[in-house]
Antibody, heavy 121, light 112 residues
Framework: QVQLQESGPGLVKPSGTLSLTCDVS?????????WSWVRQPPGKGLEWIGE???????KYNPSLQSRVAISVDKSKNHFSLKLSSVTAADTAMYYC??????????????WGQGTMVIVSS | QSVLTQSPSVSGAPGQRVTIACSGS?????????VHWYQQHPGTAPKLLIY???NRPSGVPDRFSGSKSGTSASLAITGLQAEDEADYYC????????????FGGGTKLTVL
């Protein structure tokens, strides 16, 4: 059974770069799936950040595209998120998730437990 | 402001049937893109509940069902139980602005 686990700093300074990693266990990141990041500000709803394929192909939320980079490291079986120029509005629980299905029907069937990131000086 | 619109809250008594609506537009649900539903209990990660409009993953009780019509979708829960109290989110694909995966704002279900 595939499991996902997020890790990274829980506190990032304003204007800095948020960096998180999602470790994939129980399966290979090179399987025919897409790997996503989703965030949830405190008390609010879910927002899709972007996704990466094991070959390195990516797709991002247009509202975040200028600040986001998602990459994959097949040798470590994990994928990563970098979000630059962060502000307090980027404070959220960050989840990694596995996406399956064709592009217009992608569904998130496995989720990590999430990691809270606070943007504050 | 979420691309998909959900009512903030809904409630029902144990044993009753409730529905949660998800309203979209011609660039997402109305474009015949699939709708998925997630359940999220407080302090936990979302869990896939319904995929491709009306399919349940293994382990999800048949008390949960989904439907789609036009630019809207619905999640129905029958035989309401205390453990169904949670937040529910719809999700689909939007083909405007280079395409994106979009969520509803979420509906809080309270079991009275």
């Amino acid at each position: 059974q595939v499991q996902l686990q997020e890790s990274g700093p829980g506190l990032v300074k304003p204007s800095g770069t948020l960096s998180l990693t999602c470790d994939v266990s129980g399966g290979s990141i090179s399987s025919a799936n897409w790997w996503s990041w989703v965030r949830q500000p405190p008390g609010k709803g879910l927002e899709w950040i972007g996704e990466v394929y094991y070959s390195g192909g990516t797709k991002y939320n247009p509202s975040l595209q200028s600040r986001v980079a998602i990459s994959v490291d097949k040798s470590k079986n994990h994928f990563s998120l970098k979000l630059s120029s962060v502000t307090a509005a980027d404070t959220a629980m960050y989840y990694c998730a596995r996406g399956i299905g064709r592009p217009s029907a992608r569904v998130f069937d496995i989720w990590g437990q999430g990691t809270m990131v606070i943007v504050s000086s | 402001q979420s691309v998909l619109t959900q009512s903030p809250s809904v409630s029902g008594a144990p044993g009753q049937r409730v529905t949660i609506a998800c309203s979209g537009s011609s660039s997402n649900i109305g474009a015949d893109f699939e709708v998925h539903w997630y359940q999220q209990h407080p302090g936990t990660a979302p869990k896939l509940l319904i995929y491709d409009n009306n399919n349940r993953p293994s382990g999800v009780p048949d008390r949960f069902s989904g439907s789609k019509s036009g630019t809207s979708a619905s999640l129905a829960i029958t035989g309401l139980q205390a453990e169904d109290e949670a937040d529910y989110y719809c999700q689909s694909y939007d083909n405007s602005l280079s395409g994106s995966r979009v969520f509803g704002g979420g509906t809080k279900l309270t079991v009275l």
